[in-house]
């Protein structure tokens, strides 16, 4: 039996796959858009631990959301959601996060391509995120062993990753499209561009949710993904909302039990980034086939891989984003979100 209040969790400890749903929470998105019971109080229920511990959520997922009575699960790897369906379970893509990247992977002057990081020291957040997956399926495609043939070297993140790289800590790094530009009148050489590599975006990160509340309350779950779309389009917005949205993340940094997420410099650290962040306007994924492709390359898929039809259930969040663009009081909000997109290209 479903509870009375839906249920929202974030699959990842990580800081920033709270902040989404947090400024839908408390800009009232969640409640504008009907999330709310007779008495005008949320009938809905963020539940701030991850679900599983890090790099585990292929194997625990649909069993922790069980556990934990969680509806919807932010921010799981699409990988993930492929795998749990293929075993039977009763999980859905709903909406897109990470639909596009920003990102350039950059190498010291004396390596111009991939092939040539053979035995070179790769900087990454962390040992399983989308960072160090990305970047082993580009060394996989340029003929090398990303288990045997370079060094990963963890905890390189903004602003530790740039200075890595330059005192040769590490010998390539993701950077931001503008920092590469600098760092290219210094020498150093971009290697590859996700934009590039990805045209139609890459679904990192999903919004997960049972089919049991798609079913019983579809409309409880399009107020949802309303209230997660407005957010999208609030923190794109840094001329107006970026005060808001850095003293957030310091106060979740802060409230986090990790220590190693509290000390880590903010995501949001000017606004040039979170007007770049990879939330689409319409919370739409894409680009399932290309991933898809490049998980069966990696000999990932040693399962009997399930269509995209029947994994993904977007009909909703389509229905959200066009139903909120024909809303007159959010014009503006709309507009100016739409204008980033144009830039971006998401």
């Known amino acids: 039996m479903l509870g009375e209040k839906l249920r929202i969790a974030p699959t990842c400890y990580h800081v920033l796959h709270l902040i989404p749903v947090m400024v839908a929470h408390e800009m009232n998105f969640f409640s504008d858009e009907g999330l709310r019971g007779e008495d005008g109080l949320p009938n809905y229920e ?63 002057p004396e390596i111009k391509s991939l092939a040539e990081l053979k035995g070179k020291r790769i900087g990454i957040n962390d040992i399983g995120d989308n960072q160090h997956w990305a970047i082993s399926t580009w060394i996989r495609k340029a003929g ?69 509340i798609l079913e019983e309350r579809p409309a409880m779950v399009k107020g949802f993904l309303k209230g997660m779309i407005r957010a999208y389009w609030f923190m794109r917005d840094p001329d107006r909302n970026y005060n808001y949205i850095y003293n957030l993340e310091k106060r979740l940094r802060q409230q986090s039990p990790d220590a190693e997420e509290r000390t880590m410099k903010f995501t949001f650290h000017s606004p040039l980034r979170m007007e770049g962040m990879p939330f689409p306007i319409d919370g739409l994924p894409t680009g399932f086939e290309d991933l898809l492709r490049e998980e069966k390359a990696a000999g990932d898929l040693n399962y009997d891989v399930p269509a995209i039809e029947d994994v993904c259930a977007l009909d909703l969040v389509k229905e959200a984003f066009n139903e909120l663009k024909e809303r007159k009081e959010l014009k503006g909000d709309l507009e100016r979100a739409s204008a980033v997109a144009e830039r971006y290209g998401y």
């Open 46 to 108: 963020i539940i701030r631990d991850s679900m599983v511990p890090f790099g585990l959520e292929k194997l625990g997922i649909s069993q922790a959301m069980k556990e934990k009575s969680v509806d919807i699960a932010l921010d799981v790897q699409t990988r993930t959601v492929f795998f749990q369906r293929s075993r039977g379970a009763d999980l859905y893509i709903i909406a897109g996060w990470r639909n596009q990247h920003i990102h350039v992977w950059i190498g010291t």
């Open 144 to 212: 090398l062993d990303p288990d045997r043939d370079v060094h990963w070297v963890r905890g390189i993140f903004h602003p530790l990753h740039i200075e890595a790289l330059r005192s040769g800590k590490v010998d390539c790094v993701a950077v931001l499209v503008w920092e590469a530009e600098r760092l290219k009148k210094e020498r150093f050489n971009p290697l590859v561009t996700l934009q590039q590599q990805y045209p139609n975006g890459r679904p990192e990160r999903i919004i997960a949710a049972t089919g049991r």
